[in-house]
């Protein structure tokens, strides 16, 4: 419990110091939107150009990664359907819901974990680039072709086939694909100017994170049961945040064990790799994306706050229960 601890710990005490920073009026009324733009826009972007530039590309061909990304497309798919037919969820916001319910925190979570529990972070690092290469773009296709503060974006064929030159995250992703394939070497100039903004994008995200758990923008509870987002009005009741938290700490960790033990018959320190990896929290991203595409946040942010709590007792038992048997 310790070792899992110390990897929640930076989660909490940097979401505390945004939440603390919007009580106490510190950075202005503006400042979630500014910091989640420059994360959007600036550091995530630099960040993903990294991490991708300097991956093999070819980790995706592991077995270990078929019973992650079944138990990723399940939940995933889940928490979209749920979200359109039992929470009235438009197709944008249901893509939130989706990400919510699958989309794992890989990076600040996922690597402490990996490297107290595993001993190293060498799948965590393939999950991260499952999910900036192949569920990202999903996600952020879905929002694109979705709506913007209620208005459709519209555009079709051309909007689509332009996303990658519009959207930085995914531009990033793209460019650092064509680096690794090449082979090329950055100008030593460039690459820690890529390291440092990619190293704000943790950090700043959790600090707006934080920022929006306090009454601003977006951000207002109308009491114990439902919390309102002030940009759209959308009430994200109890029943959709436990279906989101549910598919993603319970679910899907489950559909990953069935499918790495008893259908891949997996080594059992593998299978314990991808099970843990697959009972990680909810990214920030989800809530992120949400802000930037002036999307209901409060769905987003209820379940990376709750998925994380949850996660503390789920990820302890599955390193309880797996790491036993290895």
Same mark, same amino acid.
């Given at each position: 419990?310790?070792?899992? /601890?110390?990897?929640?710990?930076?989660?909490?005490?940097?979401?505390?110091?945004?939440? &603390?920073?919007? %009580?106490?009026?510190?950075?202005?009324?503006?400042?979630?939107?500014? $910091?989640?733009?420059?994360? +959007?826009?600036?550091? !995530? #972007?630099?960040? /993903? +150009?990294?991490? =991708?530039?300097?991956? %093999?590309?070819?980790?995706? &061909?592991?077995?270990? !990664? =078929?019973? +992650?990304?079944?138990?990723?497309? $399940?939940?995933?798919?889940?928490?979209? =359907? &749920?979200?359109? %037919?039992? +929470?009235?969820?438009?197709?944008?916001?249901?893509?939130?819901?989706?990400?919510?319910?699958?989309?794992? @925190?890989?990076? @600040? $979570?996922?690597? #402490?974990?990996?490297?107290?529990?595993?001993?190293?972070?060498?799948?965590? &690092?393939?999950?991260?680039?499952?999910?900036?290469?192949?569920?990202? #773009?999903? =996600?952020?296709? $879905?929002?694109?072709?979705?709506? %913007?503060?209620?208005?459709?974006?519209?555009?079709?064929l051309r909007r689509m086939l332009t996303m990658p030159v519009r959207n930085p995250v995914i531009m990033a992703s793209l460019l650092g694909v064509a680096v690794s394939a090449s082979g090329l070497r950055l100008p030593a100039a460039v690459a820690h100017s890529c390291d440092a903004l990619g190293a704000a994008a943790v950090p700043t995200a959790l600090i707006a994170l934080g920022l929006s758990l306090h009454g601003g923008p977006g951000g207002g509870r109308r009491d114990g049961a439902e919390e309102a987002d002030g940009g759209t009005g959308r009430v994200t009741g109890r029943a959709e945040v436990g279906v989101a938290v549910a598919l993603k700490t319970l679910v899907q960790p489950a559909v990953a064990y069935v499918v790495a033990g008893p259908l891949l018959h997996l080594p059992d320190h593998q299978v314990l790799a991808v099970v843990l990896c697959s009972a990680l929290p909810t990214a920030q991203n989800a809530y992120l994306y949400a802000r930037e595409y002036e999307l209901d946040t409060g769905l987003a942010r209820t379940c990376v706050v709750a998925s994380t709590v949850v996660s503390m007792v789920t990820l302890s038992f599955a390193a309880w229960a797996l790491g036993a048997s290895g």
């Open positions: 419990m310790p070792a899992l /601890l110390s990897g929640f710990a930076p989660i909490w005490i940097l979401t505390a110091i945004g939440y &603390a920073a919007a %009580r106490g009026g510190l950075l202005g009324e503006q400042a979630e939107s500014v $910091l989640g733009r420059f994360v +959007f826009h600036v550091a !995530m #972007p630099a960040a /993903l +150009f990294t991490m =991708v530039s300097g991956s %093999r590309l070819d980790a995706f &061909a592991h077995p270990s !990664m =078929v019973a +992650f990304a079944a138990g990723t497309v $399940l939940v995933s798919t889940s928490g979209y =359907v &749920a979200g359109r %037919r039992f +929470f009235g969820r438009k197709r944008a916001e249901a893509s939130i819901s989706g990400m919510a319910s699958g989309y794992v @925190n890989s990076a @600040n $979570l996922g690597i #402490p974990v990996a490297v107290h529990v595993l001993g190293d972070a060498s799948f965590v &690092a393939q999950v991260i680039l499952f999910q900036v290469l192949l569920v990202s #773009p999903v =996600v952020l296709t $879905l929002l694109d072709s979705g709506a %913007r503060g209620g208005r459709p974006l519209g555009g079709g």
